[in-house]
């Protein structure tokens, strides 16, 4: 399995992937919103786009499927309850479903909801696994849930199937908000060095050669990954005094996802 991230340098700070099996040069992309860089990074690489998949179903992920069908006659696979919002659509996709790429690319779809309800990451069980994860998880940070989501929901995702995952899993998120989400772990927890040495290394960092972290890495580093941090939850209850003497995982994530909203 081969993957290049692409930068799309646009506002919204979008990655876009290409996952390609080295036998066949055949490509899924991932939310290609810039076809333009798509196309010309698969035509470099001497691959050709077979699939789309959207991770869900907001515009800044399915904003280049048009120009991307009409230039590869590519198929587009969402999850199969984005068929009224996703034109187009090809594939329905449920948890457990396999995608193929070529002959030797083979990706697990998992149902994530929470982020949106129609939003699926994916999942491949190589020597070294990876996860595309859309808008769910994100480098040091969380997907909002202000546009069709629910945090409830986004929390369960967290909770029972993106913390399962090997450690070792290389984490492929839809957006550059890296820095950014450092800032907001530092301002919940000032005494997480590895977030403050990770901010250190990566301030003013070029996403065209964006770090790749693990999911052990981000259990470091992301604040919603650590809902039992001492310093977490003492933090936690200035902003919300009410906060019980120990509270709850779920309690505490769903603190979070709100403060980050206004932060
Ligand atoms: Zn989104």
Redesign the pocket.
Known sequence: MIVKQIWTANSYRNFNYLIACAETGEALAVDPLDHEKCLRAAKDEGWRITQILNT?E?R??TGGNETMVRHTGAVILAHKNARDTIPGMTRGLGAGDVVKVGKTVELEVLDTPG??MCHVCLRSHTDQPALFCG?TLFNAGA?NCH?GGHPAELYKTFAEQLSRLPASTLIYP?HDYIENNLRFTLDREPDNRSARDMLDRLAGHDPDNAVVTTLDVERGINTFFRLTSPTVIARLREAFPDLPEKPDARTVFLKLRELRNSW
């Open positions: 869900h907001h800044d992920h982020h949106t808008d997907g546009n839809g």
